[in-house]
T-cell receptor, first 110, second 119 residues
Framework: GEDVEQSLFLSVREGDSSVINCTYTDSSSTYLYWYKQEPGAGLQLLTYIFSNMDMKQDQRLTVLLNKKDKHLSLRIADTQTGDSAIYFCAEYTGGFKTIFGAGTRLFVKA | DAGVIQSPRHEVTEMGQEVTLRCKPISGHDYLFWYRQTMMRGLELLIYFNNNVPIDDSGMPEDRFSAKMPNASFSTLKIQPSEPRDSAVYFC?????????????????FGPGTRLTVT
């Protein structure tokens, strides 16, 4: 069945790069997303990548997609304390359903 | 646009009481989703609507849960009777086939959530 898996925690020092990884199972996924959830708030779309791309860069964010291995990653350059949040990987599988991972809690140490 | 609006933001109720959560989607969005988030189970899709019609309610936990969308700008999620295990944060999200960039990227826009505590 459809599933999205990601590690639960990541801790980095301020100024370092963060890399959050995700694997998904549905090879027919057309869009893959990264959402960010700050404390007490809803999920907010950070970025997305279409399945025919293998990389997308948006300021400090770099998304890499390996379709062969069904692996998606999010790299945050120069991580700041304000980047501390939960990051959700998600895939659009058609029929307007989006499957979300369990979320990776990013801790940024000053 | 004000984004997705949910009310109330916090609800504390006693077991057995009826709870109604409310959502106003982004104007022009034709899909509306209800999710539940807990530490144990993460983010779960409960039900979603397209053009006010329920499309998939397979995530609704049991008959105590019901959802309606009487018009394009309003939806409710009702729990009757409520139980302590229903304590969670409930999110409403909306989406459009065109996406914010008009390219059909299907991203969802989430409200701030309703934190429900059933004692």
């Amino acid at each position: 069945g459809e599933d999205v898996e990601q590690s639960l925690f990541l801790s980095v020092r301020e100024g370092d790069s963060s890399v959050i990884n995700c694997t998904y199972t549905d090879s027919s996924s057309t869009y893959l997303y990264w959402y960010k959830q700050e404390p007490g708030a809803g999920l907010q779309l950070l970025t997305y990548i279409f399945s025919n791309m293998d990389m997308k860069q948006d300021q400090r964010l770099t998304v890499l997609l390996n379709k062969k291995d069904k692996h998606l990653s999010l790299r945050i350059a120069d991580t700041q304390t304000g980047d501390s949040a939960i990051y959700f990987c998600a895939e659009y599988t058609g029929g307007f359903k989006t499957i979300f991972g369990a979320g990776t809690r990013l801790f940024v140490k000053a | 646009d004000a984004g997705v609006i949910q009310s109330p933001r916090h609800e504390v109720t006693e077991m057995g009481q009826e709870v109604t959560l409310r959502c106003k989607p982004i104007s022009g969005h034709d899909y509306l989703f209800w999710y539940r988030q807990t530490m144990m189970r993460g983010l779960e899709l409960l039900i979603y609507f397209n053009n006010n019609v329920p499309i998939d309610d397979s995530g609704m936990p049991e008959d105590r849960f019901s959802a309606k969308m009487p018009n394009a700008s309003f939806s409710t999620l009702k729990i009757q009777p409520s139980e302590p295990r229903d304590s969670a944060v409930y999110f409403c999200a909306s989406s459009s086939a065109l996406g914010s960039r008009g390219g059909g990227s299907y991203e969802q826009y989430f409200g701030p959530g309703t934190r429900l505590t059933v004692t």
